[in-house]
């Protein structure tokens, strides 16, 4: 059974940092894309960063230069770096696993950024 489940979401001031982890198990991990996505509500999930098998990273334009995803396939866990975190940053942020066409999602994270 395949599981992402991510952890590091809570409430933080503005101009903080938190590190989101997500811990997959039930896939060859090394073999998935990863990826962050975001969601808040009455909107569909977007994605934040994404990290492919080879760890070439891909970003959100509103996030590059404050986020940084970063894979460790021996411990089968994909973070995300948030600094420099925004009250527009605030979401549920998901855990994304694809490879050919299967996609898995975990269920999510909750950031809140707010003094």
């Known amino acids: 059974q395949v599981q992402l489940v991510e952890s590091g979401g809570g409430l933080v001031q503005p101009g903080g940092s938190l590190r989101l982890s997500c811990a997959a198990s039930g896939i060859i991990f090394r073999d998935y894309v990863m990826g962050w996505y975001l969601q808040t509500p009455g909107k569909q999930r977007e994605l934040v960063a994404g990290i492919t098998i080879g760890g070439s990273t891909n970003y959100a334009d509103s996030v590059k230069g404050r986020f940084t995803i970063s894979r460790d396939n021996s411990a089968r866990t994909v973070y995300l770096q948030m600094n420099m975190l925004k009250p527009e940053d605030t979401a549920v942020y998901y855990c994304?696993?694809?490879?050919?066409?299967?996609?898995?999602w975990g269920k999510g994270t909750l950031v809140t950024v707010s003094s």
């Open positions: 994304n696993a694809r490879y050919k066409g299967m996609a898995y």
